[in-house]
């Protein structure tokens, strides 16, 4: 049983209020720039949910799980990311709490972002394949007593991966559940992965043309798995949508429930959005949200 389903009561499940996340508060203010409005595939009538940006008989806002981290994610996002519907940064802002988002232009940076790196309870780090970087700034695993709950074996971490951020080619076909993650025990400051979310000529853009990132480390990561993410094409396996690379950044740290969490809930965010796109009725008894649902602790 799941807890949107007829008839059950949610309450031990989830926490139904929706505050506005960082993804979702930068997509309005993207929206209030516009000159015109914004029409997302899938027709010109727009009646998609605020919370999980889908059509509203595929919401998937039930079943969004908040996992508090130790860690923290700052998304550096191209101009139209916060636009898409299929974009995956939105995933990442809906399990940790700690995710900071900010829309990235070439001529002009937030303060707010600046301040941000500047905090001393952060250690940044730039997520980025190292082969694309200096050999003197590439790291394969988190500095030593800086958020981490166990020691990272570095034969799991080896360089040279290509990781696009949210795919290469640009084409859509066309997400609460409370869990309950204690917060690693570890002194020092708190990892903040900085994750470029863009396609990958934009994330390359991003990464030559913001200075104010060149003095933190660049985290190089080799996963094994090759990427599970449907919604837009990619011309190589490897290439890596941004919430599967903030997992794998969880994981590191020592978030491990909310990495797995993360994983979970892409999957289920992948199914409601192609069965609303086929128009096909969402299965909430299937294997895919059953996983998601596994992972939950009682409130």
């Not at 998937?60 to 299929?86: D, F, I, Q």
């Not at 940790?96 to 780090?125: C, E, H, I, K, S």
């Amino acid at each position: 049983m799941f807890p949107n389903d007829p008839g059950l009561d949610a309450a031990p499940y989830m926490k139904l209020s929706h505050q506005p996340h960082a993804v979702s508060r930068l997509r309005s203010s993207r929206l209030e720039r516009s000159t015109r409005p914004f029409l997302a595939r899938g027709g010109p009538h727009g009646e998609r949910c605020g919370g999980c940006r889908l059509i509203l008989s595929h919401c998937l806002c039930a079943l969004r799980p908040v996992v508090p981290t130790r860690a923290g994610v700052c998304l550096l996002m191209a101009e139209h990311e916060t636009l898409k519907p299929s974009n995956t940064g939105w995933l990442i802002a809906d399990v940790v709490p700690d995710t900071m988002a900010f829309g990235w232009a070439r001529t002009a940076v937030d303060p707010a972002l600046l301040a941000l790196l500047a905090d001393p309870q952060w250690q940044p780090y730039v997520v980025f394949p190292g082969e694309f970087v200096a050999p003197e700034r590439v790291i394969t695993q988190l500095l030593s007593g800086y958020g981490k709950a166990n020691k990272c074996d570095a034969d799991d971490t080896d360089v040279n991966v290509n990781l696009n951020l949210d795919t290469d080619t640009d084409t859509d076909t066309d997400t609460d559940m409370m869990v309950q993650n204690p917060a690693p025990a570890s002194g020092g400051k708190r990892a903040l992965f900085i994750l470029l979310d863009a396609t990958w000529p934009e994330a390359r853009k991003i990464f030559k043309k913001s200075p104010y990132l060149n003095q933190f480390p660049v985290l190089s990561l080799a996963p094994e798995q090759l990427s599970r993410y449907r919604l837009r094409r990619s011309r190589r396996d490897d290439h890596l949508c941004t919430s599967e690379v903030a997992a794998l950044c969880l994981g590191l740290a020592g978030d491990t429930l909310a990495a797995q969490t993360l994983e979970a809930y892409l999957d289920v965010f992948t199914d409601h959005y192609l069965s609303a796109k086929q128009q096909l009725k969402v299965d909430r008894e299937d294997a895919v949200h059953q996983r998601l649902y596994d992972l939950r602790l009682p409130v």
